[in-house]
């Protein structure tokens, strides 16, 4: 055989050689981790819409992963967020329950700034491994906020606000494993007097023939479509100081939209998560003579001058 054309079938075979060696070392060196566990638990919260702070808490995605050959010792690894089921503005997230959205975000920072799931804002960690084949674990957290103030969203009752959120795990841009994680959210129907009662004040002359009026007001902010009931201890009264009887009813002048006034009875109303205005109207029958032996008096020392307002929902 010619030498010359033996060495050149040699330097060809060698050549054929290190593209074939180089174009496996290229398919080691882009073969992504393994990750047997990519999870997360998800957080859930219960929400007071009336607080005057955010609702906020703390959750973490879980990873073990094995390294394959081509990986290097130390992985950084990149975790993605959608934007859940019922995507809002800017990144936010949407909470579907009771035929009403609520608000909240996913956060990669734990001052609430950096939406998780918006503007290229990413979860990253770094799994140190041992040799080809052992495994690494870690976990990286992330955080959650429901802004304050969505008062007119209604209750839940038994069931929750949820949604679903979508994680997507990546090596160098390249996707490793995908995953889920829930997120649920109570509110729990809450009533409250948000304007307490003025003093109730008749200005009164012993029989006179007309009768004497008084009005105050309050205010009641329930959680939306939550039924409430507001009622006194007593609606009619003779005052134990001066001798005048009178009445108090609740809602004759004022009341919440779709209630109605009954004389003598309690109000029953449906919160808005809005304050609500009640009035309590006082009547003063005319001629009566009461108790008074000088020029003016008043009920300051009466036993029974003072009632008890309650609201149950």
Known sequence: MDP??????IVRLARLLAAALALLAAAQSAQAVSCATFS?????LTYDPFAAVAATTTSTVNLTCTRQTGDPKNV????????????GAAGQALL????ALLQYGNYTDVTNTLVWNAGGNSLSITLSFGGIGSTASGSVPFYAN??????????SGASFYTDTISLQLLEKGTPVSATTFPVSVAINPLCTISTAPGALTFSYTSLQGTPGAAISSF??????????TASLDAYSVTDAAVNLSYTVNLGQTTRPPGSAYSPGAALSATG???????????????????????ATCTNAASANNIRTLMITY
């Not at 010359?4 to 079938?9: D, P, S």
């Not at 950084?76 to 995507?87: D, M």
């Not at 579907?96 to 035929?99: L, M, T, V």
């Not at 205010?219 to 409430?228: E, F, G, K, M, W």
């Open 96 to 99: 579907a329950g009771s035929g």
């Open 40 to 44: 997360s638990p998800g957080w859930s």
């Open 272 to 294: 808005s998560g809005l304050a609500q205005t009640i009035s309590i109207d006082g009547a003063m029958p005319a001629d009566q003579s009461g108790t008074c032996a000088t």
């Open 4 to 9: 010359a054309r033996t060495l050149h079938c």
């Open 76 to 87: 950084t690894l990149t975790i993605t967020a959608n934007s859940g089921l019922n995507p």
């Open 146 to 155: 429901i802004p304050a103030g969505q008062t007119t969203l209604p209750p």
């Open 219 to 228: 205010a009641v902010t329930c959680t939306n479509t939550v039924p409430y």
